[in-house]
């Protein structure tokens, strides 16, 4: 049965050293099979964050699977933002920014739904396309049935009540519906800083806030997420910072169904 770690948001250059020693301890004790980042690994995509971010990936005792998000390319260095986005990921963090696990126990898919440009103002905003969402099929349906399907992106397919002023990645709905074909059970994001796991469609849509840095939102401490279980029954267990350490602070416990997953 898979023990998961879900980190997000790191945003070194804004990160805070003491939450990260912190969560270096607290992973140490946990011991995860793998530890998954969902993106935003630095702030401004420079160079010295990331290295600093690479420090802390070597600095882990477990596994890792990490995707970018859209804070890693550059905003205001047009030139390398339109022509060489991902130099300094490749340099710094790996050359796979879309990797593809296979454990015993499960498959992870990461998906980057960064894009260096968009028709809309805001290019932080994220987006699928249909290469995508075709390379996920591929992947799920040779994934032999008992194996936990974990799709991992930056941006949300669903937001809270509280948050619908952000935007869904693009192309949400056609991909949630290829993703519910495909039977995912989990898809774990970051992008809003904001902690919160839902069923949607019959799949398990969980997102951990920003782990690490002093970029929060009002009520919204450092944090992580924990993951444990199986296609029959999981447990998302959310981890906060308090008084100097990161602690459990609330649990959610999902069943699977004929319909998909359900929360009890």
Known sequence: MPLITHISDLHFGRDLPTVTEGLLDCLDTIRPE???????????????????????????????MII?????IALHRL??????PW???????????????????????????????????????????????????????????QRL????????????????NRSLVG????????????????ILGGHIHLA??????????SHAGTTISHRLIDGQPNSFNLIRGDRQQLKIEQWEWHDHAFRPCSQHTFHRTERGWQQR
């Open 149 to 164: 399907r974990i799709l991992v992106a930056h941006h949300p397919f669903w937001l809270p009540q509280s948050s619908l």
């Open 87 to 145: 130099d300094k990921w490749r340099k710094y963090i790996g050359s796979n920014l879309e990797p593809v696990l296979h454990r015993e126990d499960f498959t992870a898919v990461g998906i980057n739904t960064a894009r260096r440009m968009g028709l809309h103002p805001d290019w932080s905003r994220g987006r699928i396309n249909r290469l995508q969402i075709n390379r996920a099929r591929q992947v799920f349906t040779q994934t032999p049935p």
């Open 34 to 64: 793998l530890i998954i980042i969902s993106g935003d690994l630095t702030q401004r995509a420079k160079h010295r964050e990331f290295a600093q971010a690479a420090d802390f990936l070597s600095s882990l005792n477990q596994p890792y």
């Open 196 to 205: 919160y796991v839902e069923p949607v469609s019959g799949m398990i849509i």
């Open 68 to 72: 970018p998000g859209n804070h890693d």
């Open 79 to 84: 030139p390398e933002r339109f022509f060489y």
């Open 171 to 186: 192309r949400c709905n056609t991909a949630l519906r290829a993703f519910r074909e495909i039977e995912v059970d989990l």
